[in-house]
């Protein structure tokens, strides 16, 4: 029982907290933040962020000339530095560059020749995704613009020299995204950042020149210069926040930047704030509770194994289109986002596999949409198994205007059509007979069913013929939507 209230309270925190998201931040745009957790965790999460619910993320930098890894291809300089010449990245990069190649000569052989930012932005939109987080600097330090911190190990003034995220930020906002940036805290190979990777870095000192020099500086001119909506800090290792003066960043972030009213980060700010600090939390990659949380969570999300491209992976590696849609509908059910990522090779193509995979989930959203963006946890019910064995999520949206009197519309998200019956029983939904109204999402409009009520509560829902479920330009794959109109009222 007190898992039950405990669970209930969290989703009375976590939809209180969405609501009235708007409302706080018009409230408190003037407050002043103080660098304090205190202080910086009271600023209300702003209200686009929980309503967009799916955005890429993009990995991309030099390490994707080797893209090479039998785990992560974006930590293969990292390999390059740790443990001994029996290493595989270490015998793999002799034998292919040779001893005396250094990790930065792979910096002229990024090139960049066939990347087309407007093609990626289009493919962004046409998965449905409603933001881009991109990778301004990885662990390795190469920056993708022009750096005030790396003369030379950037995209502008080596390799492609283009400002890759300028180039993005503006292909991205064209299609009427949003754009983040991705920032690693820290550099496996500065200098000013000296650590012992054979015996590990702590106790730790001596950062203060690469935080001042480096982190804040660079943080700041990518703020300035690009006014992303999401900073997304990582590496919650080696110094904690109090070192990296994290919190000095943020209240500068919330009180002086040019984004100071939209911008969202996450919670990897040192090693003292996974799950505990910041905009949203991540806790750890692939983070899905599978419960409501009090507090807003993200899923951050590989298509395959690596977050860097990396020749080494089969198809066996990715996710299905089933697994994905699944997977966004879960967070989405339970109160979260999901950022999946993309690791596009050197020369800037996003591989016709991980290009399917994308087009597959936004053909999904094209007709479900409704049911994903702007929808709220529903805290009844997020999940249930029918008698039918249909697994089916749950989420809700708040009507507007003169549709508010009616209800909240409820939406069932059914993960698999019963093809053995015609009709599905949902067993958690209160119903009315003369307020419930379920209706089909199709690809052409929503489609009205018949209902019967089992009780007050559960509803006995005719589906339409299984043979509508097979024809793609009918029916959704993957899973499908019944809305209940009007079905929950407050």
Known sequence: MAVVLGAVVAAVLLLASSSSASVEMSNKLDKVYEPTWESLDSRPLPAWYDEARFGIFIHWGIFSVPAWSHEAAEWYYQYLLTGDDSNATRKFHTTTYGPDFKYGDFGTMFKAELWDPDAWAQLFSDAGAKFVLFTSKHCDGWANWKSPAKWNYNSVENGPHRDLVGELTNAT??????????????????????????????????????????????????????????????????????????????????????VKDDVIVDDRWGTDTRCAHGGYWTCHDHFQPGQL????????????????????????????????????????????????????????????????????????????????????????????????????YYTQKSPTGDTAAAGHDLYAILMSWPMSADTITLQSPPCSTSGTVPYMLTGAGQKRLHGSCTGSKGITITLPPATMALDPSLLSQYAYTIRLQGSIKF
């Open 173 to 258: 906002r064209a299609k009427g995204l949003r754009m983040g940036l991705y920032y690693c805290n820290i550099e496996w190979g500065n200098p000013l950042l000296p650590w012992d990777y054979m015996h590990g870095p702590e106790p730790y000192s001596g950062q203060e020149r690469y935080v001042e020099e480096v982190f804040l500086t660079e943080l700041k001119d990518i703020t300035m210069k690009y006014k992303p909506s999401i900073v997304n800090g990582d590496y919650s290792v080696l110094l904690n926040s109090t070192q990296l003066k994290s919190r000095e960043f943020l209240a500068w972030l919330y009180n002086e930047s040019p």
């Open 293 to 392: 949380e009090p507090h807003k969570w993200t899923d951050l999300m590989t298509m395959g194994r690596s977050w860097g491209f990396d020749r080494l992976e089969t198809v066996q590696d990715y996710k299905t289109p089933e697994d994905l849609v699944e997977i966004l509908v879960n967070n989405v059910a339970y109160g979260g986002n999901l950022i999946l990522n993309v690791g596009p090779t050197a020369d800037g193509r996003i591989v016709p596999l991980m290009s399917e995979r994308l087009l597959q989930v936004g053909a999904w959203l094209k007709i479900n949409g409704d049911a994903i963006y702007g929808t709220q946890p529903w805290l009844t019910a997020q999940r249930e198994n029918t008698t039918a064995n249909v697994t089916v």
